[in-house]
């Protein structure tokens, strides 16, 4: 068997979530490989709506296995917090949920670097999610983190007060007032709760699942242009959201994977900072944020929006080899005379069709414009009634980026997944 990879190719918040619950009915396992809780993953069901920061997107059908791999940077408090949620709904996921003994662990003092660092850097500000992901995977680089399987361990306390105590030396240079007690009197009670989880040599488990002929598919957090290697550096996040991410991130080795899905949105968002060419700050893109609901799943915040950007997904389809793709957000650009999508920058004078290394560099996308549609088609179920002019959107980008659209999804629920292929 193989690994099937579902992969966010824009800027994060693709509808992830979402198409990872829809299409737990064809998998026996769910794995997310990377990132930790800057992820806000939505998912709708039975007009419930459900957001999952660390916990992978399979969860709600209990006949099925998840695993939090080995890539993951997890902080036990929120973990507990979104245990404690899902306990309300009657659920008891000790029975279906691993968790890698090789994931790392959030400090309390992770999120207090996040936000002296982020404090530090004024308008340069990477707009982080604030979560301490950045600190913690420094910490994982430089070989100094804390891991779940530490947790076991007789001498866990002391490991983790030196590492807290020489993260509050670095916290000292940035003269940032705080108070850890609370904090970590929380973090301390988290783990305890953690601790009655099931912690697993991830990588040998999903190997074995593999061989025994269990369907997996690994569920990316973030999107490919926040990749630490090939996103807007700095302005990403601290690890390999590509496909790439899922070997890495799982144990699973590359000639194990299967089909590799990219997600995107119909249009563009982006929260937080960094290069965005196609944004649009007029009130189209006020339409497009208030129509879409493009508020943070993890921070509220409001997302930045604008056209789809062909370069940039092109660029991402490339990086991970991507079989076939989903499109979510359909509907929020019902109404539209007409589309914009960008197939070209003019980059200093010059077109290209490349993402440019200098990210700060002023880029005017090249629009081609396609027609709009006025139907409302979030009630839609079936491909049969899809409005022609969306039919020839979802052509065009097919035969730029030269990958097949295998699904549009047309609302948040879970059963507004139109399979086209
Ligand atoms: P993720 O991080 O990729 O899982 O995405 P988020 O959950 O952060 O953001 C996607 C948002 O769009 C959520 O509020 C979803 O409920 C919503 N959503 C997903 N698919 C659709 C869709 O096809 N149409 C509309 N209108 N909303 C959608
Ligand atoms: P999901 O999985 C959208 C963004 C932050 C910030 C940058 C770095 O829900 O799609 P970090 O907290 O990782 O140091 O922030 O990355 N970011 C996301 N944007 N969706 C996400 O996750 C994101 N996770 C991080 O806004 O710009
Ligand atoms: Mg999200």
Not at 28 to 45: K, M, S, W, Y
Not at 86 to 97: E, V
């Amino acid at each position: 068997m193989k690994v099937d990879v579902l992969l966010g190719m824009q800027w994060g918040d693709e509808g992830k979530g979402k198409l990872v619950d829809a299409l737990t009915r064809e998998y026996d396992v769910i794995a997310r490989f990377q990132g930790g809780p800057n992820a806000g993953h939505t998912l709708e069901f039975n007009h419930q709506k459900h957001v999952l920061h660390t916990i992978p997107s399979g969860i709600f059908h209990s006949d099925k296995l998840n695993l939090i791999g080995n890539g993951l940077v997890i902080d036990p408090v929120i973990f507990k917090a979104e245990v404690e949620r899902l306990s309300g709904f009657g659920m008891d996921i000790r029975k279906n949920l691993f968790i890698s003994k090789k994931s790392h662990l959030i400090l309390p003092t992770h999120r207090l670097l996040d936000a002296a660092s982020e404090a530090s850097k004024g308008t340069l500000k990477i707009g982080s999610t604030l979560k301490g992901i950045g600190p913690a995977y420094t910490d994982k680089v430089s070989r100094e983190g804390l891991r779940i399987g530490d947790i076991l361990d007789s001498e866990f306390l002391s490991k983790y007060q030196a590492l807290r105590d020489q993260h509050l030396r670095k916290i000292s240079q940035f003269n940032f007032p705080f108070d850890l007690k609370k904090a970590e009197v929380e973090w301390l009670a988290a783990i305890e709760f953690l601790r009655t989880f099931q912690f697993v040599n991830g990588e040998y488990l999903i190997n074995e699942w593999l061989e025994s002929g269990r369907r997996i598919l690994a569920e990316g957090a973030q999107g490919s242009m926040l990749d630490v290697d090939f996103g807007s550096y700095p302005f990403v996040t601290s690890s390999n959201t590509v496909c790439a991410g899922a070997c890495t991130g799982l144990g699973v080795a590359p000639g194990r994977i299967g089909n590799v899905i990219g997600i995107f949105k119909a249009y563009c968002t982006r929260v937080g900072s960094g290069p965005f060419p196609t944004e649009l700050f007029d009130e189209t893109g006020d339409l497009l944020r208030k129509s879409g609901a493009e508020f943070g799943s993890t921070t509220g915040r409001p997302r930045r929006c604008g056209w789809l950007d062909l370069v940039a997904l092109r660029y991402t389809v490339m990086l991970s080899g991507v079989t076939s793709l989903i499109m979510t957000k359909a509907d929020v650009l019902s109404g539209f005379e007409t589309l914009r999508v960008a197939t070209a920058y003019k980059i200093g004078g010059k077109i290209t069709t490349e993402m440019p290394f200098d990210t700060e560099a002023p880029v005017e996308p090249i629009y081609t414009e396609l027609p709009g549609w006025k139907e409302d088609i979030s009630k839609l179920r079936n491909k049969e009634n899809l409005p022609v002019n969306l039919n020839g959107y979802i052509l065009f980008i097919e035969k730029y980026l030269g990958v097949p659209i295998s699904i549009v999804s047309v609302s948040p629920d879970r059963e507004a997944t139109i399979h086209l292929k």
